[in-house]
């Protein structure tokens, strides 16, 4: 995720276009910042033997809503991204980038409520960003399914949860 966000930023200074200008870029930093730090505490408590059982066993429910929430996260900041990708494409100047400068572009006028767009007349990109943007809800939904399902945990102590002692 890291080195993504690098290439990101090299690309934006690269282009003139400015840094952290949108909702998306905004949930993404949010989305790494907090799956580095969940990363390292969970290095820290589960991994490394630096805390006791009574501390890994109390801790473990959070751990596994934060990562529920930050792979939350992670598809919406993926679909805003669909989102303003799609955006760019349908602007007055066809752009598949944003504006330099600092402004975004004014809203086409496929995407007023006079106007009627047939979804056939949508160009190739807009219709493979929505099954990109469908196959991403899917599996969210899917491993949400999956994860809360109490069958798919390991069975033993602290409800469901077995955490062996660090020798």
Not at 32 to 59: A, N
Not at 117 to 133: C, E, K, M, R, W
Not at 151 to 161: A, E, K, L, Q, V
Request: glycine content about 8%; some cysteine; proline content about 6%.
């Amino acid at each position: 995720g890291g080195c993504c966000f690098l290439a990101v930023f090299q690309n934006h200074q690269k282009s003139n276009i400015p840094h952290l200008y949108s909702l998306h870029s905004w949930c993404g930093l949010a989305a790494i910042v907090l799956y580095f730090m969940q990363w390292t505490s969970g290095l820290i408590v589960f991994v490394l033997p630096l805390v006791g059982i009574e501390t890994r066993s109390s801790y473990m429910p959070y751990h596994i809503r934060a990562g529920f929430l930050i792979f939350a996260l992670i598809i919406a900041t993926c679909l805003v991204g669909l989102n303003e990708k799609m955006n760019f494409l349908g602007s007055d100047h066809h752009a598949a980038t944003p504006p330099t400068g600092g402004t975004l572009p004014p809203l086409p006028a496929a995407h007023h409520h006079s106007v009627s767009v047939q979804y056939s007349d949508l160009p190739a990109q807009a219709i493979l960003v929505n099954l990109v943007g469908f196959s991403l809800l899917a599996l969210a939904a899917l491993v949400f399914v999956v994860i809360s399902q109490y069958d798919y945990t390991r069975s033993g102590r602290n409800g469901g949860f077995m955490l062996l002692p660090m020798k």
